[in-house]
């Protein structure tokens, strides 16, 4: 049974993130070394088959690559969310 690892996933999405900023892509390097030792980690110890850390290298880099396709939408919403938020702050306490 091929189980991914959470903690593979984890650290890989983290540094996937890091590896895209541009002022910080050493940082991201470095990060996805240490994501790759996690792995190799999970396998020393017994714990998932090197297959587990593949899937879990894809996934990870699934979620962030959807993530990222769906930032505009994300952050439309969000500014959305705000606008209303800040038209109710100003509703409330103009009625007190």
Same mark, same amino acid.
Do not use: K
């Given at each position: ?18 590896? /895209? ?13 240490? %994501? *790759? @030792?996690? #792995?190799?980690?999970? &396998? /020393? ?13 894809? %996934? *990870? @880099?699934? #979620?962030?690559?959807? &993530? /990222? ?28």
């Amino acid at each position: 049974m091929i189980r991914n690892s959470q903690h593979t996933t984890v650290v890989f999405a983290f540094a996937w993130s890091l590896f /895209y900023l541009h002022d910080r892509w050493r940082v991201g390097f470095v990060a996805l070394i240490l %994501a *790759s @030792l996690v #792995g190799v980690n999970r &396998v /020393y110890v017994g714990v998932h088959y090197p297959i587990d850390i593949i899937g879990a290298v894809g %996934a *990870s @880099l699934l #979620g962030f690559t959807s &993530v /990222y396709a769906a930032r505009g939408t994300v952050m439309n919403f969000a500014s959305l969310c705000i606008h209303i938020e800040n038209r109710l702050r100003t509703a409330l306490f103009r009625a007190l």
